[in-house]
C-alpha cells in the first residue's frame, strides 16, 4: 500500500515513520511512504502557498493551485476518482474503525494536510474527493491527524501485525464493544487480586464473564455504540 501525504511540514513525520510498527511495516515493504511538500509546486518567486480570503476577515488561506498541481503529479495522468484524496479538517467527517478498514483494502492513499486558517473552497469541491477528521477539537495542521490516519490504517494492512488476530479484537473491531479488562502477574499486587475466574481454568466461564465485562464497560462508557446493536 502506497501512502501520498502533502504537508508543509514533512520534518514532522519523522519520528511517526521511524519507530515501531509503522516503521517495521515500511522495512517489510507492506507499505511504502512519500512525503510531498507542496510548496514546491507553487511557481511564483517566492513559492507562496497562501493568501487572503476574498471578502475580508482575517488569516491566511492556502492557494489551490499549489495543491491541485502536487495531487496531478501524484496521479500521474489517472483520474481524481481512481484514488481516495482525503483532505484532514475539522470540517470533515470523524475517522472510524470502519473507514480505517475500508481504506486499508486500496493500493493508493493520496493525503492533504491543510495549515493555516483553512483551503481554499475549490480544493474541497474539485480536488479531495473526501474530508476526515478526528474529533471535535482544532488542531494547528493536518499533519498530526495525517499521522493517526496513517497508524490506524497500516495496522489493518495483512501482514503489519504479527497476528492478524490482534486486530481483529480491539475495541470497536471485536464486535463493536470495549475491550474487557486483562491482567497480568503478579497475581496479587499491593493488595490487589486479579478476579478468581482468570485463575480458574475454566475457558466457558473465562469467555462469559469477558463478553460480560466488555457490555457492561460498553454500557457505562460508551452507550453510543450499543445503539445499533
Ligand atoms: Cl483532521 N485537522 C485539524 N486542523 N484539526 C482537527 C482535525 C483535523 N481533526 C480534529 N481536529
Excluded at 511564483?44 to 471578502?55: F, L, M
Excluded at 481512481?82 to 470540517?91: E, K, R, V
Excluded at 488476530?165 to 491482567?183: I, M, N, R, V
Excluded at 497475581?187 to 464473564?209: E, K, M, T, Y
Aim: hydrophobic letters at 40%; glycine letters at 8%.
Amino acid at each position: 500500500m502506497h501512502f501520498a501525504i502533502c504537508t508543509l511540514f514533512p520534518e514532522m513525520f519523522a519520528s511517526v515513520l521511524e519507530c515501531s510498527m509503522i516503521k517495521r511495516a515500511h522495512q517489510k515493504g507492506l507499505v511504502t511512504s512519500e512525503l510531498v511538500n507542496f510548496r514546491k509546486f507553487a511557481t511564483d518567486r517566492h513559492h507562496t502557498v497562501d493568501d487572503t480570503p476574498y471578502g475580508g476577515g482575517g488569516g491566511m488561506l492556502l492557494k489551490p493551485e499549489p495543491l491541485f498541481v502536487a495531487v496531478e503529479h501524484l496521479l500521474q495522468g489517472r483520474s481524481r476518482t481512481d484514488i481516495p484524496i482525503i483532505l484532514l479538517t475539522p470540517q470533515g467527517k470523524n475517522l472510524t474503525q470502519r473507514r480505517a478498514q475500508q481504506l486499508a483494502t486500496q493500493q493508493e492513499l493520496i493525503i492533504i494536510c491543510g495549515h493555516y486558517e483553512g483551503f481554499d473552497e475549490r480544493v474541497r469541491t474539485h480536488l479531495a474527493t473526501e474530508e476526515l477528521s478526528l474529533g471535535d477539537y482544532v488542531l494547528t495542521g493536518g499533519e498530526l491527524a495525517a499521522m493517526v490516519l496513517l497508524d490506524s490504517v497500516i495496522r489493518l494492512v495483512p501482514g503489519v501485525l504479527g497476528n492478524d488476530s490482534s486486530a481483529a479484537c480491539d475495541s470497536f473491531a471485536g464486535g463493536g464493544l470495549l475491550e474487557y479488562p486483562q491482567y497480568t502477574k503478579p497475581q496479587s499486587f499491593r493488595g490487589l487480586a486479579v478476579p478468581d475466574v482468570l485463575l480458574s481454568g475454566d475457558h466457558q466461564a473465562i469467555a462469559n464473564w469477558r463478553r460480560e465485562q466488555a457490555l457492561l464497560r460498553t454500557k457505562l462508557r460508551r452507550p453510543d455504540l450499543l445503539q445499533d446493536k
